[in-house]
């Protein structure tokens, strides 16, 4: 969670898509993303309120950072920055292409 300099609220959420990759091989694509904390709903599987880490974001929200698991963890998704309301991820185009509707994707 992080909270902007207009004292909003907002969460670094994580989630996967199914995709096929450039090279045609299918599989999950994992993407993380900041929005807006009013958006985001308690986990199924509660979390310890001091658990969860807090921070004070930068003015700009270009500068708010990717996500990060544990010290010495790398991320192996894609960060697609700050989703504003209403706003559909885009997968970049090197993480190939999403599964549609019509196969039970999360993406058109």
């Not at 993303?33 to 001091?50: D, I, K, T």
């Not at 010290?71 to 090197?94: F, K, N």
Request: proline share 10%; with cysteine.
């Amino acid at each position: 969670m992080g909270r902007d300099v207009g004292d909003d609220w907002w969460a670094l959420i994580v989630w996967n898509v199914q995709a096929t990759s450039p090279e045609g091989v299918p599989g999950p694509v994992w993407c993380a993303a900041w929005v807006f904390g009013q958006c985001v709903e308690e986990p199924l599987r509660p979390v310890e309120y001091l658990q969860v880490r807090r921070m004070r974001l930068p003015a700009e929200s270009a500068e708010w950072p990717a996500p990060v698991d544990r010290p010495g963890a790398r991320w192996r998704g894609y960060y697609l920055g700050v989703l504003r309301d209403g706003e559909e991820p885009q997968l970049p185009a090197g993480a190939g292409r999403a599964w549609g509707h019509e196969q039970g994707g999360a993406y058109g």
